[in-house]
């Protein structure tokens, strides 16, 4: 589904308070939106373990600003609601305020990062203070901030020339990859590793792993009292 005011339909009333407001504390199971860009790998690990490692909430949306991302048929197969809003570099905030309306509407406490690869701006993320994870391919501070994304991260790793790389699962906030970090794994590098290669690794050995049990431990902490 493309979304725009009129196709999406969201009324007014729900935004009357602004996206402060729009990831309301509920009872019970908590939801979350992931967002992606590409092949879906890391939607896909945590669709799996909905259920078992995932138990205090669930996928409720996925959101694409890539129209082709095989990850929006990951969610159509899963039976998750899979939308695409387009996205221009020279004015995101377009595709913030409708993502901004249509989280509102699912009432969705969570969003996950899952190979996002555009940048959401400092007024968006502030208004979800601690409500957005990230994964990222590296052992954050090493190859990560701005320009370090997918392949890049583990070409860089690779022509650095260190032994130990991994993955990260942290917290977003204004700072490109400088949020408080939740969870961390390291992952060796082996003798004829392409970045193709490691990034395989790299997700099997711990993308996979840390981003579900991550969302997990999200969704409990917002369910405490203060
Ligand atoms: C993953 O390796 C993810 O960590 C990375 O992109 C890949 C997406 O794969 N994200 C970043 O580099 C963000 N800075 P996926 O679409 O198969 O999950």
Same mark, same amino acid.
């Given at each position: 589904? =493309?979304?725009?005011?009129?196709?999406?339909?969201?009324?007014?009333?729900?935004?009357?308070?602004?996206?402060?407001?729009?990831?309301?504390? +509920?009872?019970?199971? /908590?939801?979350?939106?992931? *967002?992606?860009?590409?092949?879906?790998?890391?939607?896909?690990?945590?669709? !799996?373990?909905?259920?078992?490692?995932?138990?205090?909430? +669930?996928?409720?949306?996925?959101?694409?600003? /890539?129209?082709?991302? *095989?990850?929006?048929?990951?969610?159509?197969?899963?039976?998750?609601?899979?939308? &695409?809003?387009?996205?221009?570099?020279?004015?995101?905030?377009?595709?913030?305020?409708?993502?901004?309306?249509?989280?509102?509407?699912?009432?969705? !406490?969570?969003?996950?990062?899952?190979?996002?690869?555009?940048?959401?701006?400092?007024? #968006?993320?502030?208004? &979800? !203070?601690?409500?957005?994870?990230?994964?990222?391919?590296?052992?954050?501070?090493? *190859?990560?901030? +701005?320009?370090?994304?997918?392949?890049?991260?583990?070409?860089?790793?690779?022509?650095?020339?260190? +032994?130990?790389?991994?993955?990260?699962?942290?917290?977003?906030?204004?700072?490109?990859?400088?949020?408080?970090?939740?969870?961390?794994?390291?992952?060796?590098? =082996?003798?004829?590793?392409?970045?193709?290669?490691?990034?395989?690794?790299?997700?099997?050995?711990?993308?996979?792993?840390?981003?579900?049990?991550?969302?997990?431990?999200? #969704?409990?902490?917002?369910?405490?009292? !203060?």
């Amino acid at each position: 589904m =493309l979304i725009n005011e009129q196709a999406c339909g969201i009324s007014q009333e729900i935004l009357g308070e602004g996206a402060k407001t729009a990831l309301v504390l +509920k009872k019970g199971l /908590k939801k979350a939106a992931v *967002f992606v860009s590409g092949g879906g790998t890391n939607l896909q690990a945590l669709i !799996d373990k909905q259920g078992t490692v995932i138990t205090s909430g +669930k996928i409720a949306l996925v959101i694409s600003n /890539k129209p082709d991302a *095989f990850a929006l048929e990951r969610a159509r197969r899963a039976g998750i609601e899979s939308v &695409y809003i387009p996205y221009d570099k020279a004015a995101p905030s377009g595709f913030e305020t409708a993502a901004e309306r249509l989280l509102a509407e699912r009432n969705i !406490d969570v969003i996950v990062l899952a190979g996002f690869m555009a940048i959401l701006g400092a007024d #968006f993320v502030e208004k &979800y !203070d601690k409500r957005i994870i990230n994964v990222h391919p590296s052992l954050i501070p090493s *190859f990560c901030g +701005k320009g370090f994304y997918g392949l890049r991260v583990h070409e860089a790793a690779l022509s650095y020339g260190v +032994k130990l790389t991994g993955a990260t699962v942290h917290y977003v906030n204004a700072v490109a990859d400088g949020g408080e970090i939740i969870l961390q794994k390291a992952v060796e590098i =082996l003798e004829g590793d392409t970045p193709e290669i490691l990034q395989k690794r790299v997700m099997e050995q711990a993308e996979w792993e840390l981003l579900p049990r991550a969302l997990e431990t999200v #969704f409990r902490t917002i369910g405490e009292p !203060d």
